[in-house]
């Protein structure tokens, strides 16, 4: 069974759409995040989420919004698509804040 | 801000040698965690090994092994009778132990890109 899943694994868009990236964990974790990872594999966080408090690294456009409907979801919405968002985008999860972090597979975003 | 360094980008190791990946990090803590996380080529992130940084011991996991030097922020892997599989993408990475906003979040260096030779 897959611990952290994303969906979709591939996405490819037009500048200017708004796209959701979905993801769920069946670990029974409390915390959850997002990552990206940029054309030159470097990894950032953008947000984490915990007992409904929700991180945000400073960095990030507000056009990012995380969304959890509940505690096994955190999905990731992107408005106004931009050719800079281009990246592969990982979700994770933990029990606890300072439990091991589990990656999903990552989603290739490719905004053209 | 924690900023974590690794130097080498690219690496490569004969098939059963050992290798050694750097890595260097700054930060003001005293409390905290150290990671090593694999990308293989399907993307897939898997830790290797984690460290708490109030054991002294260095960690081990099977061919995969630590040198932690606290005082030289200095947090290096060394990989035992590499084998083909190892090929991947290894990033360092930094969790604070400390509460409070973003302290849980990892903060990854640039990676070292290991190719294992047959």
């Known amino acids: 069974d897959t611990a952290v899943s994303q969906t979709p694994k591939y996405l490819v868009t037009q500048m200017g759409n708004d796209k959701s990236i979905k993801c769920e964990q069946n670990l029974g974790h409390d915390t959850m995040y997002w990552y990206k990872q940029d054309s030159k594999k470097f990894l950032k966080i953008m947000f984490s989420y915990n007992n409904k408090e929700l991180i945000i690294n400073e960095t990030v456009p507000n056009r990012f919004s995380p969304k959890s409907p509940d505690k096994a979801h955190l999905n990731l919405h992107i408005n106004s698509l931009e050719l800079g968002d281009s990246a592969v985008y990982f979700c994770?999860?933990?029990?606890?804040?300072?439990?091991?972090?589990?990656f999903g597979p990552g989603t290739r975003l490719t905004v053209t | 801000a924690q900023t974590v360094t690794q130097s080498q980008p690219e690496m490569s190791v004969q098939e059963a040698e050992t290798v050694t990946l750097s890595c260097t990090y700054d930060?003001?803590?005293?409390?905290?965690?150290l990671f090593w996380y694999k990308q293989p080529p399907s993307r897939q992130m898997i830790l290797v090994i984690r460290?708490?940084?109030?054991?002294?011991q260095n960690a081990t996991e099977n061919r995969f092994s630590v040198n932690f030097q606290k005082a030289a922020k200095s947090f290096s892997l060394k990989i035992s009778d590499s084998q083909l599989g190892d090929t991947a993408m290894y990033f360092c990475a930094f969790m604070s132990a400390y509460s409070g906003a973003g302290s849980y979040q990892l903060t990854f260096g640039k990676g070292t890109k290991l190719s294992v030779i047959p």
């Open positions: 460290q708490e940084a109030y054991k002294q």
């Open positions: 930060t003001s803590e005293s409390n905290y965690y």
């Open positions: 994770a999860s933990s029990q606890g804040t300072l439990g091991e972090q589990y």
